[in-house]
């Protein structure tokens, strides 16, 4: 699988958009980029995937660069439940994911 | 989303003694499961993967006989930790991917081993 790239921590008020990006500079043609997040002692949670097409669903946006080098995951409108630890992560569908270090986005009152 | 199930959240034990971690898969068939676990401050680390009838795989440096993946059927997987230490204390969680998905994983709610 590709490496990714995250910041270690960022910062957000609430109810400002998040931007989380991520650098996948040596993804391939057929792996996707996924976004998790772990909120402290749960399991990752599932938010968005992509393949090269800008995606959303009611939790997040997700843009892909049109090189595919690079992403940025968008919390529209940021709570105090979206602290969490996210994950960008590139791979092959059908494939175990690998996790790296993560960001951990800490959202201010 | 799909819902995967882990029993027990937490448990303690002694040292020396074999502990199993079930992973249910509640409305989903799941062809392959991944059990995963994360030490304290730390990233989550690939233990291995768990194939429908047949046996496991394991990551490098994960001991197969201390780790007993059992995936007998379609809706569950089980990880025992046999002859338990304190190092082995340790979140555990398990993925499964739906198989008429797209290679979606869902996660369990994780197993918070302490081993005394």
């Known amino acids: 699988d590709a490496k990714t790239t995250q910041p270690p921590s960022m910062d957000c008020a609430e109810g400002r958009a998040a931007n989380l990006p991520c650098n996948h500079s040596t993804i391939s043609g057929n792996e996707y980029v996924y976004w998790y997040r772990q909120i402290h002692s749960q399991g990752p949670q599932y938010i968005i995937h992509?393949?090269?097409n800008n995606e959303t669903n009611e939790m997040a946006s997700l843009i892909i660069t049109e090189d595919r080098k690079s992403s940025t995951l968008i919390l529209p409108h940021a709570t105090l439940r979206d602290t969490a630890v996210y994950y960008c992560i590139v791979r092959n569908s059908g494939y175990a994911l690998n996790f790296g270090k993560g960001t951990s986005l800490l959202v201010t009152p | 989303g799909a819902v995967v199930s882990q029993h027990p959240s937490w448990v303690i034990c002694k040292s020396g003694t074999s502990v199993k971690i079930e992973c249910r898969s509640l409305?989903?068939?799941?062809?392959?499961m991944f059990w995963y676990r994360q030490f304290p401050k730390q990233s989550l680390m690939l233990m291995a993967t768990?194939?429908?009838?047949?046996?496991?795989?394991?990551e490098q440096g994960v001991e197969k006989d201390k780790f007993l993946i059992n995936h007998a059927s379609l809706t569950l997987s089980t990880l025992t930790v046999t002859s338990a230490h304190p190092e082995d204390s340790s979140f555990y969680i398990c993925?499964?991917?739906?198989?008429?998905?797209?290679?979606?994983?869902?996660f369990g709610e994780g197993s918070r081993l302490t081993v005394l």
């Open positions: 409305d989903f068939q799941a062809t392959t």
């Open positions: 993925s499964a991917r739906d198989k008429g998905q797209a290679g979606e994983l869902f």
């Open positions: 768990s194939n429908e009838g047949s046996k496991a795989t394991y």
């Open positions: 992509g393949l090269k």
